[in-house]
């Protein structure tokens, strides 16, 4: 399998179906699986994806049980992944453009020492008003060298990749101090930034839905962050003296 794609659901009975089936709209020339977990949602979010793995055998459906949070969800959810690729996509954003997906692997099959691509994206408000406002401009990484390119010291400051991230699937990317971090794409990216080159690819790719429901509505405070970071700079410390480097 070339991608597996990671979607994860809690209480999203009016974003969710948008969401899957901007990703199963896709122009690709490749496989894909779609792997979904709902959080033991307390709406009707879990008959929705129910209806949709139905007529869609990629579809995979894990429906919880009970509550278990977005971190353990995630793990498990990369631990049945059989695609060579990983994109992540929260139930409640969904995809704009339907290259997306075949945009990425094609830079990262063609470029081995990048492990991670990621794209721009539009907030779109309750009151459906997209930030940017105009089409030709779109949001993207405050941080980046001239070539768009990532680095790890980037993560010490923001999390520059938020958005449409598809990265290798790599042993030992995911530890259990993520499961303490008030987010976690963060630790993710700055991981995979450990093992690799992050590449920004210059396109709007994908809706990120500003709403009080929303994964990552609350933003961190100064204090949180300076924590978070500190906590980033120790893994690197302890990478370096196990890897060499």
Not at 149 to 173: A, C, D, I, Q
Request: proline residues 4%; hydrophobic residues 35%; charged residues 25%.
């Amino acid at each position: 399998m070339k991608l597996s794609v990671i979607v994860l659901s809690y209480n999203f009975e009016n974003y969710i179906e948008q969401c899957l089936t901007s990703i199963l709209s896709q122009t690709t020339k490749f496989n894909f699986e779609v792997l979904v977990r709902d959080d033991f949602s307390k709406d009707k979010s879990a008959s929705i994806i129910k209806r949709i793995a139905h007529l869609y055998s990629n579809v995979k459906f894990i429906e919880g049980n009970t509550n278990i949070g977005f971190a353990k969800g995630y793990k498990e959810l990369l631990e049945i992944a059989s695609g060579e690729y990983i994109s992540y996509l929260d139930g409640d954003d969904y995809l704009i453009n339907k290259n997306s997906l075949q945009t990425h692997i094609d830079f990262l099959d063609s470029n081995p020492d990048y492990i991670m691509s990621c794209a721009g994206y539009w907030e779109k408000s309750v009151d459906n008003i997209y930030s940017p406002p105009s089409p030709n401009h779109w949001l993207c990484p405050r941080i980046h060298d001239g070539h768009f390119n990532l680095s790890t010291e980037h993560y010490f400051t923001m999390n520059p990749s938020h958005f449409n991230r598809v990265y290798r699937k790599s042993p030992n990317t995911f530890f259990d101090y993520m499961y303490e971090m008030p987010m976690l794409d963060w630790p993710i990216n700055f991981e995979l930034s450990l093992r690799g080159k992050i590449k920004y690819l210059n396109f709007p790719s994908e809706i990120y839905r500003k709403h009080t429901g929303g994964l990552m509505n609350n933003l961190l405070n100064k204090e949180i962050g300076n924590k978070l970071v500190e906590v980033l700079k120790e893994r690197q410390e302890k990478y370096i003296i196990e890897n060499g480097k």
